[in-house]
């Protein structure tokens, strides 16, 4: 039963730094978001892939990128960090777009010095 | 532009209270849905409704689609129940999440 799984849960980055948070559903759910948590702001929607194979931007894509590799694996990539990506990033799925009910990770708290 | 207004944001109560968080919302909606954040950061789905009531344990939501309203009550709270109560939609392909409100609740 491990639902949404991701990768890491914390990580500390410099400014420039790459990496690529990994995000793993075991549901055979078809859409699979990327959202960032910032105090006193909702959830953001990064991108999301509304099934395999095509991704989209949502609200905040600017500085990242997207893989969903297959179904089960949707991956969220900083090709050069800045401060301001300082955030909790979730990684979400849902069995059929937004008409259904979303199951979210664990979270990955993310700091760019 | 905030799509999904909830209140309040703070929310402290002695154990044993019965709780209402409100939400409004500016948008079309396919579902509202109601979210639970823990300290330490993760998300579960308490509910999905698009109309009338639903009820899990102690907690109860309601919906009022023509005046694009949603409350999420808790009855006889619980220190275990202290947790960030979080507001969604969902329209089209798009969610739409509120700030949340953060609830302690007091033994």
């Known amino acids: 039963n491990a639902g949404v799984t991701q990768t890491p849960k914390f990580q500390v980055l410099k400014t420039g730094q790459s990496m690529t948070l990994q995000c793993a559903q075991d549901?055979?759910?078809?859409?699979m978001y990327w959202y960032r948590q910032d105090p006193g702001m909702g959830l953001r929607l990064i991108y999301y892939?509304?099934?395999?194979?095509?991704?989209d931007k949502g609200e905040v894509p600017n500085g990242y990128n997207v893989s969903r590799l297959n179904k089960r694996e949707f991956s969220l990539r900083l090709e050069s960090a800045a401060p301001s990506q300082t955030s909790v990033y979730f990684c979400?799925?849902?069995?059929?777009?937004?008409?259904?009910?979303?199951?979210f990770g664990q979270g990955t708290r993310l700091t760019v010095v | 532009k905030n799509e999904v207004e909830q209140s309040p944001q703070n929310l402290t109560a002695q154990e044993g209270e019965f709780i209402t968080i409100n939400c409004s919302y500016s948008?079309?909606?396919?579902?509202l849905h109601w979210l639970q954040q823990h300290p330490g950061g993760g998300i579960v789905s308490l509910f999905m409704?698009?109309?009338g009531k639903k009820k899990h344990g102690r907690l109860i939501a309601t919906i009022n689609i023509q005046e694009k309203h949603s409350s999420l009550h808790i009855t006889a709270s619980h220190p275990r129940d202290s947790a960030v109560y979080i507001c969604?939609?969902?329209?089209?392909?798009?969610?739409?999440f509120g700030t949340g409100t953060s609830l302690t609740v007091i033994p």
């Open positions: 979400a799925s849902s069995p059929t777009g937004m008409y259904t009910e979303a199951f």
């Open positions: 549901m055979n759910h078809n859409s």
């Open positions: 892939s509304a099934s395999e194979g095509t991704t």
């Open positions: 948008v079309g909606i396919s579902a």
């Open positions: 409704l698009s109309s």
């Open positions: 969604a939609v969902s329209t089209g392909n798009q969610f739409y």
